[in-house]
């Protein structure tokens, strides 16, 4: 289907530089990001197919930062 629309000029010159980049037509970028602004969202309750994000154990803390004198042990055992 073919229709018009008002595009700011800026937005315009990088939609033709990404086609010409990508070897695609300009349509066909605005259509792909149309469906993916347009898709379903995943339900919360849906587990994901993404991977798993990694995580760390960055430890317990060494002391209680409001105790100054403390943290200033801390910091020249460290040091």
Same mark, same amino acid.
Do not use: V
């Given at each position: 289907m073919k229709t018009t629309l008002n595009i700011d000029d800026s937005v315009m010159q990088r939609l033709?530089? #990404?086609a010409a980049r990508r070897?695609?037509?300009m349509s066909a970028l605005v259509?792909?990001?149309?469906r993916r602004v347009?898709?379903?969202e995943t339900p919360?309750?849906?587990p994901?197919?993404?991977p798993s994000l990694p995580t760390w154990r960055g430890g317990? #803390?060494?002391v209680d930062i409001s105790d100054r004198d403390a943290l200033y042990r801390a910091m020249e055992e460290q040091g």
């Open positions: 033709r530089e #990404e070897g695609t037509t259509e792909a990001g149309l347009l898709a379903p919360a309750n849906q994901d197919d993404s317990a #803390e060494l």
